[in-house]
């Protein structure tokens, strides 16, 4: 940030007095509240959290200082209003990955297209997209999370929504925007995954790696697929198909 942007020293004081204000608002909230769902609680801890999150950010362009706490993010759920006995639930899923190893995504995808007699000509395996496409539409979802690392992929946040319904949506209704209508007062429960939750993340991927020198979910066939059996354009000299 520039310093002509940077913001003054009166307004990083009264960011800080804005804290205290909303911070004196949320405990006598909470002395008041009226039951676990209080909603003057829940108004309350969000300014307070607004407040802390704009101190937060004036202070570290001011004086590249920092907060020594978390404000929560915006996925913090409002109360819930649905209905007491939902007739019908949605399962909201997003996992997200990055493509760690594109090398060896193509080469699990070629051996998809050596096992389908059906696979078009194009060599779809030969592009990351294509790759994707072609692995995607051959494994369920589940199965390429509990096997991310044979398709190359690294695993990122996850999140899974359970939303209540008073009834089923018609066949199609909702296809062509499939998640823009999330009401999260209907959220009857959710289950996130990241790294920030999780002090030993390194401990985990440690072990994950030891089990893939055991020879689980069959990496080292893979690797000697791309390090050694080359043919001289420099493809594998034999896939073979796992399914």
């Known amino acids: ?3 002509a942007a940077q913001p003054t020293a009166a ?3 009264a960011a800080a007095e804005a804290v205290k204000t909303a911070l004196d608002r949320h405990l006598a909230a909470v002395e008041r509240r009226s039951g676990e769902e209080d909603p003057a609680v829940y108004d309350a801890f969000n300014e307070l959290a607004a407040a802390a999150e704009a101190y937060d950010e004036l202070l570290y362009d001011r004086y590249d200082e920092v907060t020594p706490f978390e404000i929560p993010g915006e996925d913090t759920l409002p109360p819930y209003t649905g209905p007491e006995e939902p007739s019908a639930l949605s399962v909201l899923i997003r996992r997200d990955y990055a493509v760690a190893e594109p090398q060896r995504l193509m080469a699990q995808a070629r051996r998809v297209e050596a096992a389908d007699e059906d696979a078009p000509g194009a060599g779809a395996s030969g592009t990351v997209h294509g790759a994707l496409g072609l692995l995607f539409g051959e494994f369920e979802p589940d199965e390429i999370a509990s096997r991310h690392k044979e398709f190359g992929l690294e695993e990122g946040d996850s999140t899974l929504w359970v939303t209540a ?3 089923s949506a018609e066949p199609g209704e909702w296809l062509e925007a499939p998640f ?3 009401d999260p007062e209907r959220v009857v429960c959710r289950f996130d995954v990241s790294a920030v939750f999780d002090e030993d993340f390194d401990d985990d991927d440690d072990d ?3 089990e893939d020198e055991d020879g689980e979910a ?3 066939d893979l690797d000697e697929d ?3 059996d080359l043919d001289e354009d420099g493809e594998p ?3 073979e198909a796992d399914r």
């Open 180 to 182: 823009e209508q999330v």
């Open 208 to 210: 994950g790696d030891e």
């Open 226 to 228: 791309l390090d050694t």
């Open 1 to 3: 940030m520039s310093d």
């Open 218 to 220: 069959g990496l080292p």
């Open 165 to 167: 319904a008073d009834e």
């Open 11 to 13: 307004e990083v004081r």
């Open 237 to 239: 000299a034999r896939l």
